[in-house]
């Protein structure tokens, strides 16, 4: 009973609460310092939100952002980025049957406010996504602030038959 009751109030809210639990916009742009391998490569980067949408079917909470990451590095993907919020309640007794891409800003999945409509304690901490061209693979991911909801990191994993790197955006500020 305790189950359905959250998910008729999670329902109720779903579409309000959504654009509530991180506040990326289409036409974003962030600046950031470039970092390789976690060591700073001394440049400019910059994130590019082009859409950011509800997705309802991975779960309460969910949100897919499409994203471009611009640098002066040619070994990068130069194409739009598609990267879904992660689920976070794998942990708990409702999961499957509810899933919910949503965090505490204090780091805790563990209270029922997660499924809630009241998403001022709420947030999508990390979105990933990936894809492959030719025998190299791309995982990339986008990360929040838990305070201000917006992007603070963004990575590119490289992985080649025979070399792996990071390219990182850090430090994003919404210009």
């Known amino acids: 009973m305790k189950v359905l009751a959250i998910i008729l109030m999670s329902c109720l809210g779903f579409f309000q609460a959504m654009a509530e639990t991180s506040n990326i916009k289409p ?3 962030y600046v ?11 440049r400019i980067c910059y994130v590019t939100i082009r859409d950011a949408q509800p997705l309802p079917q991975k779960g309460l909470h969910c949100q897919k952002i499409d994203f471009q990451f611009n640098s002066v590095r040619e070994d990068l993907p130069k194409d739009i980025l598609t990267v879904d919020s992660r689920v976070t309640n794998y942990h708990r007794p409702e999961y499957p049957q509810v899933r919910t891409c949503a965090m505490n800003v204090n780091g805790t999945t563990s209270g029922d406010e997660i499924y809630g409509d009241e998403t001022s304690v709420l947030y999508n901490q990390i979105f990933g996504g990936s894809h492959s061209v030719g ?6 991911f986008l990360t929040l602030s838990p305070n201000k909801k917006t992007a603070v990191r963004a990575r590119i994993h490289v992985l080649k038959s025979l070399s792996e790197y990071d390219v990182d955006c850090v430090n994003l500020e919404l210009m």
């Open 27 to 29: 036409g974003q742009v």
């Open 32 to 42: 950031g310092k470039e970092t390789y391998n976690e060591h700073p490569t001394g």
């Open 135 to 140: 025998s190299i693979r791309y995982d990339y």
